[in-house]
T-cell receptor, first 110, second 119 residues
Framework: QKEVEQNSGPLSVPEGAIASLNCTYS??????FFWYRQYSGKSPELIMF????GDKEDGRFTAQLNKASQYVSLLIRDSQPSDSATYLC??????????FGDGTTLTVKP | DTGVSQDPRHKITKRGQNVTFRCDPI?????LYWYRQTLGQGPEFLTY????????KSRLLSDRFSAERPKGSFSTLEIQRTEQGDSAMYLC?????????????????FGAGSRLTVL
């Protein structure tokens, strides 16, 4: 079992819809969680991070964390074609490193 | 600051040759990480440094891989006796590392990567 699991996708949504991306993690010592976006042929770039249970909103993006269920999610509202990318979930532990899932590929259709 | 720089961007080599990649992190960042990524997979942790100290190396990493960060600034990743299975994108990332998690001290800033092709 991988330490960080994501829905493999691909996920396809129409423009303007809500895209929901999910992630589970196995290490209960994980302290904070990150969502990175990776366009094809590019490096990952941070969307947002979360460390407390509940929701955290940043513009069209909302991250949700449930430590009891070891579950993290990312909602993208009003999805745009420019949101089409692979979304990587990562968990940071007190060992000092971030462990990544394999990503979910999102396609937003105009 | 120009971000995280990696060199070379592309490297094609023959099986059995040695290759070395260089990473220059963001100057204020204490931590430097090496990851490997293949198509359809997420970044796989290889090793990381805090300043010049190598704090962790993946137990899955072959002894053919070695990394250094001699003065706590740039880092090199060397792969000896390359194999076709080493073909991948090698990503370097840096972070502040020190500070509260609430401050985003552990956010990774990635370089553009070094793509290795072993023939």
């Amino acid at each position: 079992q991988k330490e960080v699991e994501q829905n493999s996708g691909p996920l396809s949504v129409p423009e303007g819809a809500i895209a929901s991306l999910n992630c589970t993690y196995s290490d209960r010592g994980s302290q904070s969680f990150f969502w990175y976006r990776q366009y094809s042929g590019k490096s990952p770039e941070l969307i947002m991070f979360i460390y407390s249970n509940g929701d955290k909103e940043d513009g069209r993006f909302t991250a949700q964390l449930n430590k009891a269920s070891q579950y993290v999610s990312l909602l993208i509202r009003d999805s745009q074609p420019s949101d089409s990318a692979t979304y990587l979930c990562a968990a940071y532990t007190n060992a000092g490193k971030s462990t990544f899932g394999d990503g979910t590929t999102l396609t937003v259709k105009p | 600051d120009t971000g995280v720089s990696q060199d070379p961007r592309h490297k094609i080599t023959k099986r059995g040759q040695n290759v070395t990649f260089r990473c220059d992190p963001i100057s204020e960042h204490n931590r430097l990480y090496w990851y490997r990524q293949t198509l359809g997979q997420g970044p796989e942790f290889l090793t990381y440094f805090q300043n010049e100290a190598q704090l962790e190396k993946s137990r899955l990493l072959s002894d053919r891989f070695s990394a250094e960060r001699p003065k706590g600034s740039f880092s090199t990743l060397e792969i000896q006796r390359t194999e076709q299975g080493d073909s991948a994108m090698y990503l370097c990332a840096s972070s502040l590392g020190l500070g509260l998690i609430t401050s985003g001290a552990n956010v990774l800033t990635f370089g553009a990567g070094s793509r290795l092709t072993v023939l």
